[in-house]
Each structure stands twice: as C-alpha cells, then as structure tokens.
C-alpha cells in the first residue's frame, strides 16, 4: 500500500509563486513515476507534470510549461512542484499520484493518490 500526503498549497496573488510537496510511504516506491495533477470546480481533474523515480526524465502538461517545475525533494520519497508566474486560471485543488505512466497521463492511469492541497490565486 502506498500513502501520499500533499502539503504547501495556499492563497497567491497572481503572478506569485508556491512550492507544493508530497510525502510519499509504502513498499515499491523506487518502481513508481510520480505525478501532480489538478481539479477546479466543475472541470475534469487534469494532468499537470510527471517525473521518473530518478528524477531524470519529466513531463509537462502544456498549460503548466515554462511555469512549473517538478522535482524529486531532498528528502527520501518526496516529490515537489514549484508554481511560478501564477494566474488565476491555476486555482485547483493539487494531488499527487503514484504509480502510472511516465509521460502526459489521464487520472485512471494511476494507482495511488494524495487527499489534495487546495492554490487559489487570485487576480
């Protein structure tokens, strides 16, 4: 079984930046690619970027690249999303998944998910 536990979500001004983090625990991590993903009111949830165990290989989704950036934390099993030059259009509420493929991805193709971390930026 595998546990996720999002935190850093918060209110920003658009333009701002924030930094989300995601703990993760359970057996066969180091076989997983990690994702972010995001759901706003009344939308589908949506995929948002994606990096490989190592870290070496990530994947964006297009309304997020050049702004976010994903990566493996420094501390064992975490992975974190940097949001830069935020807009309004960016408030969702943030989960991190486990355990699908390791490029752009819909959400049935991960196991394991995270409760959620809520950005609201506004304008």
Known sequence: QVQLVESGGGLVQAG???????????????????????????????????I???????YYGDSVKGRFTISRGNAEN????????????DTAVYYCAASGPLRVATPVEYSY???????????
């Open 16 to 50: 701002g930046s924030l930094r989300l983090s995601c703990a993760a625990s359970g057996r066969g991590l180091s076989n997983y690619a990690m994702a972010w993903f995001r759901q706003a009111p009344g939308k589908e949830r949506e995929f948002v970027a994606a």
């Open 113 to 123: 998910w995270g409760q959620g971390t809520q950005v609201t930026v506004s304008s």
């Open 78 to 89: 975490t992975v974190s999303l940097q949001l830069n030059s935020l807009k309004p259009e």
């Open 52 to 58: 490989s165990w190592t870290g070496r290989t990530t």
